[in-house]
């Protein structure tokens, strides 16, 4: 397997970004490559400006489909995950009235902000697992215990954005379908640099953004649903002409859903930002990409051995195995998080914070010297 290690230092040698951001060799030729392809064709005097932008547009959502080695029958596109969250829970309706949906306190906070908003509208009462006094995350255990027979759905962070905490999926799940419950998973913060299959273990929802470890643009927000659901009843509340089994259908006495998650689409489709992520998703599935967890798991231990010689306390899971492409540190009570940040920057090292958590997350680009230059820089 290749190291896929950067021996040459670049100008994003010091990017510790990709929970935020991500980035991959010659990106920016190969996302303007690709937008000067589109204008090209969008600005042609002829007819095909459509199918050509279509075609880019679902170019993403095949590729996202074999990432997450899922039918492209079965995925969809959203502007965010929010939306994307957003569109799956309304369309499931009557199944939640009465009942409840789970999510940690540590999830995405959009998502507990929707939820909340969407709770009065279709019945349901938002449960949501606290933080234990002093932790950093909310433990798999205490989901589960508070995971029983009344929820309709659970909403599951695979990867947690603010402490890097990784869910055991297999555990959870295996509980879930215990409970006879719904499961969605945001796998957001993991997409990417962790492996995913929708299938082991079976889910029922799934929704990232090609941001962060997917490299892409902000815009495109992918949805996958069960094949199951979507032979059920499961009709969304917004519709459009791009939710029919033929979109050219403009006759309105017979409008008809598409079999496939397409029917989560709504109006023209947006273009610009899968277009501007195909080239982060194609990195992502090709030779290019091979060996990256494990090199971001070896830059991830030197750094975490950096922080605990400096007195940092660690405010990641310490286990490789516990742990998504990123460690995160409690800065000591005499830094000033927003002032460290600044210097690093100058630096030429790119982090950022979360009130005092410092949050660093080491790709392909980043440079294996890393930690040794973190040493030298951060105060103790």
Avoid at 21 to 40: H, I, K, M, T, Y
Avoid at 286 to 295: F, K, M, Q, T
Avoid at 333 to 354: F, I, N, Q, W
Wanted: aromatic residues 8%; proline residues 6%; glycine residues 8%.
């Amino acid at each position: 397997m290749q190291s896929n290690t950067p021996q040459i230092p670049g100008k994003h040698d010091g990017w510790l970004m990709y929970h935020s951001v991500g980035l991959f060799p010659e990106q920016e030729a190969a996302v303007r490559d690709a937008l000067a392809q589109f204008a090209s064709s969008w600005c042609a005097p002829g007819l095909k400006r459509w199918d050509e932008g279509l075609a880019a547009r679902q170019r993403v959502l095949d590729d996202w489909a074999r990432l997450v080695n899922a039918d492209s029958r079965n995925v969809f596109a959203a502007e965010n995950v929010t939306e994307a969250f957003g569109k799956f829970v309304a369309a499931l309706g009557p199944r939640l009235k009465g009942r409840k949906v789970l999510i940690a306190a540590d999830c995405f906070p959009s998502l507990h902000f929707l939820l909340s908003g969407l709770a009065g509208t279709f019945g349901f009462t938002l449960a949501t697992v606290p933080l234990a006094a002093g932790a950093s995350w909310v433990t798999d255990e205490a989901f589960i215990d508070a995971w029983r027979d009344d929820v309709a759905l659970a909403v599951i962070t695979w990867v947690t954005s603010t402490a890097s905490k990784r869910a055991d999926l297999d555990r959870l799940v295996a509980h879930g379908r215990k409970q006879g419950s719904l499961i969605a998973v945001d796998v957001t913060q993991g997409a990417g640099i962790l492996d995913f299959d929708v299938t082991a273990p079976a889910v029922d929802f799934v929704a990232t953004t090609t941001l962060k470890w997917l490299c892409g643009a902000p815009g495109t927000g992918l949805g996958y649903v069960c094949p199951a659901l979507l032979d059920s009843d499961l009709v969304p509340q917004m519709t459009g002409w791009f939710s029919q089994p033929d979109p050219f259908n403009w006759d309105i006495t017979r409008f008809s859903l598409a079999a496939e998650a397409r029917r989560f689409d709504t109006g023209t489709p947006s273009l610009l930002p899968f277009v501007a992520s195909a080239p982060g998703l194609a990195w992502r599935l090709s030779e290019a990409a091979v060996g990256l967890r494990d090199y971001n798991l070896r830059v991830c231990r030197a750094l975490i051995e950096t922080l605990d010689a400096k007195g940092y306390a660690l405010h990641s899971p310490r286990a490789d195995e516990a742990r998504g492409g990123s460690v995160m540190a409690t800065l000591p009570a005499h830094v000033d998080p927003k002032a460290l940040e600044a210097s690093l920057v100058e630096a030429g090292v790119v982090v950022d914070t979360r009130g005092r958590v410092m949050r660093f997350s080491p790709g392909v680009l980043t440079h294996d010297s890393i930690a040794s230059r973190l040493a030298a820089l951060l105060p103790d």
